[in-house]
């Protein structure tokens, strides 16, 4: 079993910038990817990045490419979503994802656990 914890959301105003953390803890001896989702209100959840733990790859969505950037501490096992220049749009609830095969890191139904989420809410 797997636990996640996220950390780093609130309340911004246009172009403002925050940094999500999430970190993981428990089973987690084999990490493939860690991810971030979010999902505003009324709204399905929609991909927003993900890493791959090895290698280190990076996956975005086409929405916030150029103004996040995912990244990983191995020894802490813990992933960090940076986002700047935030847009009204990017109001949402982030939730952190944990994959431990190989998956297609834009596709929620691909990761085994998830965080409770974290709530993001930029004003214009």
């Known amino acids: 079993q797997v636990q996640l914890v996220e950390s780093g959301g609130g309340s911004v105003q246009a172009g403002g910038s925050l940094r999500l953390s999430c970190a993981a803890s428990?089973?987690?001896?084999?990490?493939?990817?860690m991810g971030w989702f979010r999902q505003a209100p009324g709204k399905g959840r929609e991909f927003v990045a993900a890493?791959?733990?090895?290698?280190?790859?990076?996956y975005y969505a086409d929405s916030v490419k150029g103004r996040a950037t995912i990244s990983r501490d191995n020894a802490k096992k813990t992933v960090y979503l940076q986002m700047n220049s935030l847009k009204p749009e990017d109001t949402a609830t982030y939730y952190c994802?944990?994959?431990?095969?190989?998956?297609?890191?834009?596709?929620?139904?691909?990761?085994?656990?998830w965080g409770q989420g974290t709530q993001v809410t930029v004003s214009s």
């Open positions: 994802a944990y994959g431990s095969r190989r998956l297609l890191p834009r596709s929620s139904g691909e990761y085994d656990y």
């Open positions: 890493i791959i733990w090895s290698y280190g790859t990076t």
């Open positions: 428990g089973g987690t001896s084999s990490t493939y990817a």
